[in-house]
Every structure is written in structure tokens, then in C-alpha cells.
């Protein structure tokens, strides 16, 4: 009997047979069965820039948005005070840090919250930044090992971040082709990384699914759109975005219109009229109704 091919990107996929049931079933409660895809909000800025623009208070800002997100990635102490355990929105949560904004070193990473403690907060996946390139690329890369095996162990996937600190020229597809091939050859699970021009290389060479961040706020929704749709077409199994939505002026809008590229295949202009039309009447704009999360 083949292969059960249980997440789909243009490229490449996951072969289930290779997992356990546990591990298994953590990615598709992130990755959906259904579209092959993800919607995931990120919301751990401030594990290094603190109080984040948007992000003050991270309950306000996440709770209208959890309805609307197939994961939520963040830091334990986000977790346990700002976020519903009712919620059954499935959390990656972020157990790399040790830098901060205005120190020496946004790369001087090590991991912060223990195993234990993740399965304690019962949650779908575990997050931790590798920085290839930098003073800390042995570190950070060895820290990925550490705790790939300790996730195998207790079957949580693992996300390896493609971070760049405070370096954003650093994002063409020769250095996270580079980086993001590194983690899955360590054992990441599922790769988060940059869009970037050529960024099918970036799929090609990364033999497990990518999210990709939104970075820093863009000028328009527009071109959050096209960011979305572009890493969509070019391999990526979704996004995990965080700026780009919750600094919008209307968050809500702007997730559904992400949701529709996602999960929906709709092109920029459909998710422009979904964001508008949002925005401006409150209701409940959902082209493709079985998309709800
Ligand atoms: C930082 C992160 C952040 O979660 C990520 O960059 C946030 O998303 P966005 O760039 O879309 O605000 O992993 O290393």
C-alpha cells in the first residue's frame, strides 16, 4: 500500500507513514487535513521586543483574531495569562529566547521553557529560532537538535524559525534556501522563513512545509495580500504572520482575507473585496463558507 500523503505543497509533502500517531496528529490540528494548509498568528515579538506596537496587551489583541486562526504562536507567559485554556485554537508555542532588542546580540539564543512545561500547556508544536550565518549559528543549530530529539520523544513537532535578527538584507533565497534546508536536515518538523524573490528555490530545497512570516508591517493590505498569495503559489503550506494583521487598522477583515488566499485559492483583488467588504458592513464574509475555522 502507497504512502499516506497527509500535507500537500506544490513541491514536496509529508509522508505520514514516517510519524508517529501523536506527531501526526499535533501537525494536523496545525496543518489542515482538509486544504493541506495553515493560518497561523504569531504572537511571541514580545519574547524580544517586548511591548510591541499593537501588541500591548496581548489578550485584546488576540482574542477577537483566535476564532480565525488555525494556530497561535507564542511565548508560555502569553499563554498563561492571556490566552483562553476553553480555546481549542492549537498553540506552537515559542521555547527559544535569552536576547532582547537593545542588547549585544539578537542571535545569543537559548531555549527557555522545558519540554516538560510544553506538555504540561498541552500544545501542538514547539518554535525556537536558529540564526545560520551568525556568531550563534552553532548554538542556535544545536539547540534545533536538542530539541528535535526531545519532540520526538514525546511526539511535538518541532518549527525552526529562519531568523535573521536585526540583519533584514539577509533574506534572498541563496541564504534561506541555505538555512531552511539546514533545518530539516536537523529534524525540524515544519520550517518558518521569509518570502523572497526565487523563493521556489526555497521550497525545492526544504524537504518539509514552510510557513512563511509576514515581517515588519507593509505599506498596504494590498501587498500583504500578495505576499500571502505569491508564497501560496510558489510552494508554501500557509503563513505565520503577526504584524500584518494585528497592526492593520481592521485585524479581523484582514485575517478572514488572508484565510480566503490560504484556504481558499482566491486571488489578491477577491481577497481585497473580502477585506472591504469586511471592514466596512461587519459581516460575515466567508466565500467559501466550509473555510471557517
Ligand atoms: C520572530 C518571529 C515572529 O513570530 C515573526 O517574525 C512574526 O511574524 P511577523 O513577522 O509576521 O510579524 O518568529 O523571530
Redesign the pocket.
Known amino acids: 500500500m502507497g504512502e499516506t500523503v497527509i500535507f500537500r505543497c506544490r513541491r514536496n509533502s509529508v509522508r505520514a507513514e514516517r510519524m508517529d500517531w501523536g506527531m501526526k496528529n499535533r501537525l494536523s490540528r496545525i496543518i489542515k487535513p482538509e486544504t493541506g494548509r495553515t493560518v497561523m498568528l ?1 504572537v ?2 514580545g519574547y524580544f521586543m517586548g511591548p510591541t506596537h499593537k501588541l500591548e496587551e496581548p489578550r485584546k489583541t488576540t482574542e477577537p483574531l483566535l476564532a480565525h486562526s488555525d494556530a497561535i ?1 507564542c511565548t508560555r507567559g502569553v499563554l498563561r495569562t492571556s490566552i483562553n485554556p476553553g480555546s481549542t485554537v492549537p498553540i506552537v508555542l515559542r521555547v527559544s529566547g535569552g536576547a532582547s532588542i537593545i542588547g549585544e546580540s539578537l542571535t545569543n539564543e537559548a531555549i527557555t521553557t522545558s519540554v516538560r512545561d510544553a506538555v504540561r500547556l498541552n500544545v501542538a508544536a514547539m518554535a525556537l ?1 536558529i540564526f545560520v550565518g551568525s556568531a550563534h549559528e552553532h548554538q542556535t543549530l544545536t539547540n534545533l537538535g536538542k530539541l528535535v530529539n526531545e519532540g520526538e520523544e514525546h511526539g511535538i513537532p518541532v518549527l525552526a ?1 529562519t ?1 535573521v535578527g536585526k540583519e533584514l538584507e539577509k533574506r534572498d533565497a541563496r541564504y534561506l534556501a541555505l538555512a531552511c534546508r539546514i533545518a530539516a536536515e536537523i529534524g525540524a518538523h515544519f520550517v ?1 522563513t521569509y518570502y523572497c524573490e526565487d523563493f521556489g528555490k526555497v521550497v525545492k530545497g526544504c524537504p518539509v512545509p514552510l510557513v512563511v ?3 515588519p508591517k507593509l505599506e498596504t493590505e494590498l501587498d500583504a495580500f500578495q505576499l500571502a498569495y505569491d508564497a501560496i503559489q510558489d510552494g508554501a503550506v500557509g503563513v ?5 494583521i494585528w497592526q492593520s487598522e481592521h485585524p479581523v477583515p484582514m485575517i478572514k482575507a488572508i484565510r480566503e488566499i490560504v484556504h481558499g485559492g482566491v486571488t489578491v483583488r477577491e481577497a481585497q473585496e473580502v477585506y472591504d467588504r469586511s471592514k466596512n458592513t461587519k459581516e460575515q464574509v466567508i466565500l467559501r463558507p466550509s473555510l471557517a475555522r
Open positions: 504569531a511571541d515579538h504562536m529560532s524559525v531568523a518558518k512570516a509576514g515581517g505565520d504572520m503577526g504584524r500584518n
